[in-house]
């Protein structure tokens, strides 16, 4: 049987945070049990992901995964998948006339039984929410677990590309923020951002600022997606309370390039998977101390006025699990246009 292909169209109507979310969250305790079948609940077999480079700028990354009794939502009976996710990042796509994505992404999903190629989905908006959501998961449970009572956030947003507008938007739209401020290294690019957001969330205050540091200074919780390779910010730039969690997202060619040494070296260091920081992040200026998964699963949250950071390695799991967990019984079952009505209803 030929393989099924589904466009970006139909992969995007089938996002939703409370979706999304929920399978990253699954997918970052399932990291933790690692081929391990005779466990109760789900468990991973996944090697760390390959990366080619055509040049430091221009990379190849195949990731492939095998998931093992996992329940979707709503169903009474565990199954497996096995799939593949291929991306290219190539940041000099932004200099194109006209520009181009930075990031390109499909997954290629296998039927667990005869090994056949069962569909092939476009990836790049699942890889862009599974980055955002694990972002969200990092900031619930390494954030908000801290303290008994809800919070109004003040969120700093560095870096106002595709995976900025995302994170400023899921931070509005999952969590209570009182004020939002932007940087980008153009301003035109986070003053459209400002009009944008501040016509879907009223209830927050939204400020473009002229400066990373100037973004940071009194967030609870900052978000950086660049591709800088140099520090935007430093310690002395954050509040001296501290209690303030930071996601580290961007994809220049030194991983946590875009971040201080010194705010590395008094932060609590936190990764979606120990296996692939071992690989990737050798020369990190700061201790890793546990996968978030374990945060969740051990309930191990940091103190109040700790200095926090979610070393996002987009680990392949969670990109997969968006419809691993969820939209993938849909595929099998031939129920996709099932579950498509049902969210256009």
Known sequence: MEPVYYNADAVRRVLSWPLVNDAVEQALKAVINVKQPNEAGAYVDQPARIVTKADPSKLLLAMPAFVGNYKLSGEASSTNSLACKLVTSFSSN?????????????????????????AIMAGTDITTWRTVAASIVATKYLYLRRFAEERALHVAIVGCGVQGQLHARAMCANFKVQQLSLYNRTTAKATQLAKQLAAEFAQTQIEVCATAAEAVQQADVICVATYADVALFAAKDLRASRAVHINAVGAGEVAFGEIAADIYAESLVYVDSMENAAKELQDLPAPIVAAVGSVILQQNYPAANALTIFQSMGKHILSLSLFLLDSLTYFRRDGFRRCLRRRSS
Request: net charge negative; charged share 20%.
């Open 94 to 118: 932004q200099q194109r006339k006209p520009p181009l994505p930075s990031v390109a992404a499909h997954i290629m999903l296998f039927d667990v039984d005869t090994g056949e190629l069962s």
